[in-house]
């Protein structure tokens, strides 16, 4: 028989994430950026994740220059508040520079094509002795929210010590730039087709957690980055449960 796994008398309540689908077109089709975690990690040990992690109180700075769709339109889309949707913007931003290199940033008119110059910076916001807006203030750059695109909200079950509430995010690949997976979080990093890369997990050789299973299985769909980000979705929030079927417990998303 299948039991649902006891659920705590005060769960954890869950940070607020962000991920980022960072696509782009390889030779046969569309491929998506991923990171293999290193296993001292105390979340995710050994996954293989796309970049991302927890808001930084400072990403909610409205003093940010911002190109794009406002915090209003994200809040709308993934049915939270503008100063959430703001932080949530600007960790996607922020995570996807650090672990991958990539900047989605630029001028109102212009993306940055050549991310060597902000290396320096790079390592100031992993070290947190820099925060986003210090930053794109400091370079005269401007976030581009114009560059990403919603696609999930995902939460960790209640029975989880450790909870993120995490927004993903789609983008594709800037011209011009390209992801280095220079960081101490990830042992192993690349482009992968989806179907590709959920072989891999099948066959035993990496692990997946089951949000990314599934946006892997969505990606699978699509022929090139343009018609995954062009595509129509509602953002719902999915809370998987914990099943437990004699020994063995499954995270189920329904």
């Known amino acids: 028989m299948n039991f649902s796994v006891a659920e705590p008398a005060e769960p954890a309540v869950p940070r607020d994430a962000a991920t980022v689908l960072l696509l782009r077109d390889g030779v046969n089709g569309l491929e998506v950026f991923l990171q293999r975690r290193v296993a001292a990690m105390a979340f995710a040990a050994g996954m293989t994740v796309f970049p991302g992690g927890g808001v930084d109180q400072r990403d909610a700075d409205a003093t940010i220059a911002w190109a794009g769709p406002p915090a209003a339109d994200w809040a709308g889309w993934f049915n939270g508040t503008e100063q959430v949707a703001r932080a949530l913007v600007c960790a ?86 390209d992801a280095d997976g220079k960081t101490t979080e990830a042992e192993s990093s690349g482009w992968w087709r989806p179907a590709d890369a959920l072989a891999d997990a099948e066959a035993g050789r990496s692990m997946l957690m089951p949000p990314t299973w599934h946006t892997l299985t969505e990606l699978a769909s699509f022929g090139t980055a343009a018609e995954a980000l062009a595509a129509e979705r509602t953002v719902e929030a999915i809370i998987p449960k914990l099943i437990r079927e004699g020994d063995v417990i499954r995270v189920v998303a329904e």
């Open 92 to 177: 996607a931003v922020r995570e996807t520079f650090e672990e991958s290199g990539v900047l989605l940033a630029g001028t109102a008119d212009e993306v940055v094509t050549d991310t060597a110059r902000y290396a320096g910076a790079r390592d100031e916001l992993v070290s947190r002795e820099l925060s986003l807006a210090g930053f794109l203030a400091r370079e005269g750059l401007t976030l581009r929210s114009d560059l990403l695109r919603p696609w999930a909200h995902w939460i960790t079950p209640v029975q989880e010590k450790r909870r993120y509430d995490t927004r993903f995010f789609a983008a594709i690949l800037p011209a011009g730039q």
